[in-house]
C-alpha cells in the first residue's frame, strides 16, 4: 500500500491567496482527519470525516478554511483568503474505524505551507 | 477536555543506553487508548506503540516499552539500547473509547549521542 498521499509536500504563497492541500487516504480506510502542527499550539485537529461525511469540525480556526471529502479516495482542505499565520504543517490522517477493526492512525507526509 | 502532558521538551541519551520519556494525561473515562508517535526529520508521524486501558499488562515492542499507571495517568515510554535513529519528536496521545479523535501532547525531542 501507498500509504496516506498528502500533495504538495510544500507550498510558499501570498497573503490573502487561496490555498488547496490534497489528500489521498489509504485504501479501505473509513476515517479521514485533517491536523496541524505549529510550534506555538503542537498538533491540533482541524476536522474529521467518517465515511465521506463531516463528522467534527470544532478544530477549524475560522470560516476561512473549509474542508471536503468528494468520494473515498479524496479530501481538500482550502483556506481562502490565506494569513501569514495560517503558516504551519498540514497532516491529513486516515484509519479504520473500530467497527472495521480499528486500525492505527496513518499519516501522510504533510504539507509545509508557508504564506509571506 | 482531555488534555496530554508532556513535561520534557527535550531529552538526551548515549547510544546503547536507555531513557525513559514522561506523559500523563487527564480524563474521566475508563475506556481509552494511549499512544505513542514518533516524528523523525523526515516529519512522517509513525506510531511506536499503543496501550489499552482495559488492559493491565505494559504494551511493548521490541526495545519500545511503556509504563503504563492508570491511576496516576501516567503513560512513559522507555527506549532500550537507544541507537541513533531514534533521535526525533516523540508525541503522546490519547483517544478516548468510542471516539475517534485523537489528542496529542506538544512533544519531546529526544537527541542520541554517539
Known amino acids: 500500500d501507498a500509504g496516506v498521499i498528502q500533495s504538495p509536500r510544500h507550498e510558499v504563497t501570498e497573503m490573502g491567496q487561496e490555498v488547496t492541500l490534497r489528500c489521498k487516504p489509504i485504501?479501505?480506510?473509513?476515517?479521514l482527519f485533517w491536523y496541524r502542527q505549529t510550534m506555538m499550539r503542537g498538533l491540533e485537529l482541524l476536522i474529521y470525516f467518517n465515511n465521506n461525511v463531516p463528522i467534527d469540525d470544532s478544530g477549524m480556526p475560522e470560516d476561512r478554511f473549509s474542508a471536503k471529502m468528494p468520494n473515498a479516495s479524496f479530501s481538500t482542505l482550502k483556506i481562502q483568503p490565506s494569513e501569514p499565520r495560517d503558516s504551519a504543517v498540514y497532516f491529513c490522517?486516515?484509519?479504520?474505524?473500530?467497527?472495521?477493526?480499528?486500525?492505527?492512525?496513518?499519516f501522510g507526509n504533510g504539507t509545509r505551507l508557508t504564506v509571506t | 477536555a482531555q488534555t496530554v502532558t508532556q513535561s520534557q521538551p527535550e531529552m538526551s541519551v548515549q547510544e546503547a543506553e536507555t531513557v525513559t520519556l514522561s506523559c500523563t494525561y487527564d480524563?474521566?473515562?475508563?475506556?481509552?487508548?494511549l499512544f505513542w508517535y514518533k516524528q523523525p526529520p523526515s516529519r512522517q508521524m509513525i506510531l511506536v506503540i499503543r496501550?489499552?486501558?482495559?488492559?493491565?499488562q505494559n504494551a511493548t515492542e521490541n526495545r519500545f516499552s511503556v509504563n503504563f499507571q492508570k491511576a496516576a495517568k501516567s503513560f512513559s515510554l522507555k527506549i532500550s539500547d537507544s541507537q541513533l535513529g531514534d533521535a526525533a519528536m516523540y508525541f503522546c496521545?490519547?483517544?478516548?473509547?468510542?471516539?475517534?479523535?485523537?489528542?496529542f501532547g506538544k512533544g519531546t525531542k529526544l537527541t542520541v549521542n554517539p
Open positions: 480524563t474521566s473515562e475508563s475506556d481509552y487508548y
Open positions: 496501550q489499552e486501558a482495559y488492559k493491565q
Open positions: 496521545a490519547y483517544r478516548e473509547g468510542g471516539s475517534e479523535k485523537l489528542v
Open positions: 485504501s479501505g480506510h473509513d476515517y
Open positions: 490522517a486516515s484509519k479504520l474505524g473500530e467497527g472495521q477493526g480499528n486500525s492505527p492512525l496513518h
